[in-house]
């Protein structure tokens, strides 16, 4: 499901179920998740069983893969990433920093979130409002939830270029319902990307096995062509700018 909404630099690898028996995990690994409840430590390591699966494709070594801060994974150099897990999938994706700048993706099942108090929490009024249309118009999608899940991939995105947190409603997440695209608008000062600053996030969502999925893959952004100066007409000794009017 995933590899479909991402550019092609990226590598995915995905899981519908857990097989028999657990995945490996580093000693590193297992320090993080000792003491957990054994579904904790099988999408633990099932994700990260994905995590390594794309990483190869992109011919790298095994290697653990620890949560660093607000636990977001810590990527060998050179790599940006994104992982996610729900009920019934487990999925990474991968890229060299050379081709994107950031990934964030997000798995959700397609059902409504648990009260409308959790949509209070995560909405604003605008989105509020074509939420209402849409799940009129469109009710085989859980608009509320695939809201959740896009901002989701939106943090995932923001983090690793920011080190700061991003609020639910410091981003606001406009669908297109025909396309499966989203443009998550920021509210608040973006990162600086190569020296251009970053407003919005684009990207794009399916459903599919029971399943909502978002991701973005963010390309670096590129500075804007200049705009060539205006030619000026000569008036005898010299020209103003004031020459170059339309009327």
Known sequence: MIASLLPAPVVTAELFHDPPGEFGLFPEEELVVAGAVTGRRREFASVRECARQALGRLGLPPTPLLPGARGAPRWPDGIVGSMTHCRGYRAAAVARSSDLVAIGCDAEPNA????????????????????????????????????????????????????????????????????????????????????????????????????????????????????????????????????????
């Open 112 to 247: 409504p979130l648990p009260s409308p108090d959790t949509l209070e929490a995560i909405s604003l009024p605008q989105e509020r409002v074509w939420l209402r249309e849409l799940t009129v118009r469109r009710p085989a999608v859980s608009w509320d939830r695939l809201l959740f899940s896009a901002k989701e991939s939106v943090y995932k995105a923001w983090f690793p270029l920011t080190g700061r947190p991003l609020d639910f409603d410091e981003a606001m997440i406009t669908p297109d319902p025909s396309a499966g695209t989203f443009r998550a608008r920021l509210l608040v000062p973006g990162p600086v990307v190569n020296g251009v600053r970053v407003t919005a996030f684009d990207g794009r969502w399916r459903t599919g096995n029971g399943l909502l999925v978002t991701a973005i893959g963010l390309r670096s952004p590129e500075f804007p062509t200049p705009t060539p100066p205006r030619r000026l007409r000569a008036t005898g000794a010299g020209a103003h700018p004031l020459d170059d009017r339309r009327t």
